[in-house]
């Protein structure tokens, strides 16, 4: 499986961007797709996760400004965040577990979202 991510940028505070990863290659049996993100110095975290069935998950930092979207047809899975706060700074990286005999997991390279105060 290759992740392409792309979006990443710097905004104002308050401000809004949008996160887009395709996915391609061998996503046959996909469990979940989303978006997970590390700021300097902490550990990675969830941001929006959308598992088989439509169950989508978010972290708590989250709720209520982002929203998560897939479109099936294209293997893409978009991130819209909305009122960004400078702790919302971070590498944000996209994931997809898949799950056919093991479970899978899949990391992509990581977009650069930078929220000025």
């Known amino acids: 499986v290759q992740l392409q991510a792309s979006g990443g940028g710097l905004v104002q505070a308050g401000g809004s961007l949008t996160l887009s990863c395709a996915a391609s290659g061998s996503i046959v049996g996909t469990n979940i797709m989303g978006w997970y993100r590390q700021a300097p110095g902490k550990q990675r975290e969830l941001v929006a996760t959308l598992a088989r069935g439509g169950i989508i998950t978010y972290g708590d930092a989250v709720k209520g400004r982002f929203v998560l979207s897939r479109d099936s047809a294209s293997n893409t899975v978009d991130l819209q965040m909305t009122s960004l706060k400078p702790e919302d700074t971070g590498v944000y990286y996209c994931?997809?577990?898949?799950?056919?005999?093991?479970?899978?997991?899949?990391w992509g390279q990581g977009t650069l979202v930078t929220v000025s105060s």
């Open positions: 994931y997809v577990q898949t799950f056919l005999v093991h479970k899978l997991e899949y």
